[in-house]
C-alpha cells in the first residue's frame, strides 16, 4: 500500500473546517454539510490556512491560527457610513455583503458592508474579518491528485466544484 497522499501544490483538498475568533465567536463551519473543496496552493484560501495545511493528509485534525495579516489582511480604520439611497433599490442589502464599486481615482475596489443601522450603510475596503486572528478547527477529509483542467483554472471542478 503506498502511503496516505499529502496535500500539496496542484492537490484538491476536501476540509471540514469552523472558524472562530479569538472572542470565542463562531464565524462560520462546514460541519453539518459539505466538506469545502479547494485548488491547494493557488490561493483559493486565506494564505495562513493554505501554509499550515501543507504536508497533511485525509484522517488529520488541524488548529491552524493564523493572524490577521496571513489572514483577511490587517485593519485599516472605521467604516464609513452611505446612505442607503446611494445603492440600488433592487439590491437586497446584508452585512457581510462585498460589492464592486469605483474609487475617486476611477479604480475598481471591492467594498464591504460591515453593518446596517436604518439607512446608514456602514462600507469598507477591509473584509470584515480584517485585523482579526482566525482560529480554524480543520478535519481533512480527502486529498487528491488535481486534474489539468482544474490546474490551469486554478480551480475544482466536479460534485462541488466551479462548473
Ligand atoms: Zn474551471
Redesign the pocket.
Known sequence: MSSPQQIAADTVVGIHYTLTLDSGAQVDSSVGGEPLLYLHGHGNIVPGLERQLEGHKAGDKVQAVVPAAEGYGESTGEPQAVHRREFPKDVQLYEGMPFRATNSAGEEVVLWIHAIRGAQIYVHTDHPLAGQTLHFDIDVVDVRDASE??IE?G?V?GPHG??
Open positions: 483542467d482544474e483554472h480551480h471542478h466551479a462548473h
